[in-house]
């Protein structure tokens, strides 16, 4: 719950991360309390497995959020814009990124990101059985993988902007030759920024389209593939 994206945000108060909190522990505790009741021993040790547990799911989900404020800021210096209002958010990112994952956890929340997380939950147990811990080999392969995944989400989504700054800057490039007399950065810079918000218009739908479908898959089948 610290980790999940929308309810785990530091701008949400504590006391409503607590009450949330509870209310999903009143949602997945009745589907798995048998297992728990069977394969662990109320202790430390099995507290301690469990939230770790937690930790790794909640960080499998938290590296789609990475993913867009990585494909913002890739996104921000293709077009120049990557200092424009870049502190407005608790995380320094531009203003590429702070839209793109605001509209993202917007979007998830509204598309039943609640429920997707309850499934997750419950079915984590299938694969990380309560008081067992977790092979670490396992667990590293898992997470080197979901890094992996979230920093080639994040290019996808940012290639058309780096597509169109590298296709912009060889035609800069050819009119400076053609004309040398031409000023082509008091020209250039300004169509760039124009260029990119257009862009961003055009492309924020599709992207976040497909950011919803790849969170949809790992909160219907986390340990499955790579988050």
């Given at each position: ?7 785990g945000e ?20 009745p ?5 728990i ?5 109320l ?45 407005a ?24 990101l ?12 299938e ?19 979901g ?29 400076n ?51």
């Open positions: 719950m610290a980790l999940l994206p929308g309810f530091a701008s949400v108060p504590m006391r409503i991360r607590l009450m949330l909190a509870a209310g999903f522990t009143a949602v997945v505790f589907a798995v309390s048998g297992e009741a069977a394969s662990a021993v202790n430390l040790g099995a507290v301690l497995i469990e939230a770790g547990a937690g930790l790794a799911l909640g960080v499998g989900f938290r590296l789609f959020v990475f993913a867009l404020q990585i494909a913002g800021t890739i996104a921000a210096q293709s077009t120049s814009l990557a200092q424009l209002t870049g502190g958010s608790p995380e320094p990112l531009p203003a590429m990124g702070h839209l793109l994952t605001m509209a993202g956890i917007a979007v998830a929340v509204a598309s039943g609640h429920l997707q997380a309850a499934r997750a939950l419950i079915v984590s147990y694969v990380l059985p309560a008081g067992r811990l977790p092979e670490a080999a396992d667990l590293a392969r898992w997470g080197v993988g890094i992996a995944r979230a920093f080639a989400l994040a290019l996808s989504l940012a290639a058309p902007f780096v597509i169109a700054a590298l296709v912009y800057n060889l035609a800069l490039g050819a009119i030759r053609a004309m040398p007399q031409l000023m082509v950065a008091f020209v250039g810079a300004p169509a760039m920024t124009f260029g990119g918000l257009v862009l961003l218009f055009l492309v924020t739908p599709g992207a976040l389209a497909l950011w919803q479908e790849a969170l949809a898959g790992f909160g219907a089948d986390p340990f499955g593939a790579p988050p």
